[in-house]
């Protein structure tokens, strides 16, 4: 399985970017999606997250009501919308697969917010 995270870039605050995440090697829509990111010196955190039994969406407290994450099947691709982007938001981000863990990993793509 293979994950190439894209979208990524510079943004002032208050902006917006929608990441994507295309899959190969695997059907996405018969695994969980989740997007994570690591700032400098921090943890990575998870993001959001659809599970693919339910359909569920999960997201981190931070970023509800600012970012939507979304999956087109046909195209195998997971997205993450992020709207009001603010400088705490300046991270690596990566996309993620997985059943009971998540096992497949995207490069990652830059997201920097200024003020």
């Known amino acids: 399985v293979q994950l190439q995270a894209s979208g990524g870039g510079l943004v002032q605050a208050g902006g917006s970017l929608r990441l994507s995440c295309a899959a190969s090697g695997r059907i996405l829509s018969t695994y969980n999606v989740g997007w994570f990111r690591q700032a400098p010196g921090k943890e990575r955190e998870f993001l959001a997250g659809?599970?693919?039994?339910?359909?569920?969406?999960y997201y981190t407290e931070s970023v509800k009501g600012r970012f939507t994450i979304s999956r087109d099947n046909a195209k195998n691709t997971v997205y993450l919308q992020m709207n009001n982007l603010k400088p705490e938001d300046t991270a690596v981000y990566y996309c993620?697969?997985?059943?009971?863990?998540?096992?497949?990993w995207g490069q990652g793509t830059q997201v920097t917010v200024s003020s």
């Open positions: 659809v599970w693919w039994t339910s359909g569920n969406t």
């Open positions: 993620a697969l997985g059943s009971s863990a998540w096992t497949y």
